[in-house]
């Protein structure tokens, strides 16, 4: 169902058949949302599985038909992983990651900039705020780049 959504979707013409060859296209499904939140989990511990799979959630939502309609940009779901990179390395006293100490809004704000993507529509960015509320996931802060310092580099 979701590669039916995304081949229609992207409209356009043929290549002509000189250029053909040359600029092939593949499509590159999503990963499985049930391997792929599995995966998150046995490689990034330390992060709570309930919020692991609220990023999923919030996700693999982009690639509904509900959602689909309001022609949103697509959302980068193979690239959560690098959110979850992030939580699992920060240190803290605890074994596992403290959502206190990163805002989740805005880890996934460097992901999806909704901010730039969204700007002049204000009823979809409504809409990505309601769904972060749906799924349990912080709305972005402003941040003051004081309030954190640097521990080590490795």
Known sequence: ???HLLLNRYKGNLLDPPLRSRFQAHLVSLPDYADYLKYLSS???RVDEELLQSLCNLGYSFYS???QAL???DFPVENLDKIARVMNNCQTGS???DRTLLNTGNLLN???PFELILRDEEA???FYFELLGKFNIAEPSE???SNYELGTVE
């Open 1 to 3: 169902m979701i590669i």
């Open 65 to 67: 038909e509900e959602i």
């Open 95 to 97: 074994l596992s990651y």
């Open 71 to 73: 022609n949103l940009p």
């Open 143 to 145: 941040t003051n780049s």
């Open 124 to 126: 979809n960015r409504k």
């Open 43 to 45: 490689a990034y511990q």
């Open 110 to 112: 460097k992901l999806y």
